[in-house]
């Protein structure tokens, strides 16, 4: 079983940065290191949308448009961990944040949201103005 936790999500101002984390379980060690891996956000009233995705071993990455320059997906494969540096928050990208897995091994990244899975139950983030 493969679980996924979020966590850094909160109440930030516009322009503001938060640092988004996603660990992988201790049992998924193995199953971390050989995934690409994904965020994603939900906002209230509409479907979920990419927004950044990174390759198995951290040498790729690929962005949503709307957050390109602004975010920056990293990873930890010792640390079975994956974060979402984001800065110049806006009030477009309040949502509730979840990271996935690649269900394929050795991926670099992409965007289709359909070969993702393991879903984390996701950490919310709002931008006041």
């Known amino acids: 079983q493969v679980q996924l936790v979020e966590s850094g999500g909160g109440l930030v101002q516009a322009g503001g940065s938060l640092r988004l984390s996603c660990v992988a379980s201790?049992?998924?060690?193995?199953?971390?290191?050989?995934?690409?891996m994904g965020w994603f956000r939900q906002a209230p009233g509409k479907e979920r949308e990419f927004v950044a995705a990174?390759?198995?071993?951290?040498?790729?990455?690929y962005y949503a448009d709307s957050v390109k320059g602004r975010f920056t997906i990293s990873r930890e494969n010792a640390k079975n961990t994956v974060y979402l540096q984001m800065g110049s928050l806006k009030l477009e990208d309040t949502a509730v944040y979840s990271c996935?897995?690649?269900?394929?091994?050795?991926?670099?990244?992409?965007?289709?949201?359909?070969?993702?899975?393991?879903w984390g139950q996701g950490t919310q983030v709002t931008v006041s103005s």
């Open positions: 996935a897995a690649d269900l394929r091994e050795w991926s670099t990244a992409h965007s289709d949201s359909q070969t993702f899975g393991y």
């Open positions: 990174i390759g198995w071993r951290g040498e790729s990455t």
């Open positions: 201790r049992r998924t060690f193995a199953f971390f290191n050989r995934h690409a």
